[in-house]
């Protein structure tokens, strides 16, 4: 059974640039996003799913997910995205535990930003927070994404709050410094983590 660490924080936080760091020192990385794309992938029922919920114009011409479209009709009603969250969390978190069982490395990371909200961190045996001040998330995030304000912030409302993570987390990596200095803080968590997954075996 690998020992999973879940990595969590908000929009903008750094998340994948500390998930990156991480598996450069080889440690195999499950995302939660990428599993989500995958389960709404062109051929999945899900996808179908979808088109017949919300309607065909939910797809582009080439027969893929709008996920702009979808973002927004699903972030401006709650019972729609309650809908959809219904939907596509089982699937992912099948995704999720089959990605974690292939992992080789001594342990593994699952990144997901609603890891405590969808119950992943079922999956897991410690949290690992990034936790970024909130000013600093949505400056980050408007000039990476190029969404305004307003939608940055409708998705830091939809999240878990950066109080509530916090309440979750077995360790914190507070992001606000250098590159450099991110990576210092990993290459001590990566150690801790290997002790930590070499007692388990013994």
Known sequence: MTYVIGLTGGIGSGKTAVSDHF???GICVVDADVAARV?????????AAIAEHFGAD???ADGNLDRAKLRAAVFKDPAERRWLEA???PLIR????????????PYALLVSPLLVESGQNQLTRRILVVDVPEELQLARTVARDHNSATQVKAIMAAQASRQQRLQY???VIVNDGSLAEMQAKVEALHSKYLELANAEVK
């Open 23 to 25: 598996q450069a020192l």
């Open 39 to 47: 389960v709404v992938a062109k051929g999945r029922p899900a996808l």
């Open 58 to 60: 939910m797809l582009l």
């Open 87 to 89: 939907l596509t969390h």
């Open 94 to 105: 099948t995704e999720i535990a089959a990605g974690l069982e292939n992992a080789s490395s």
């Open 169 to 171: 987390a077995d360790d």
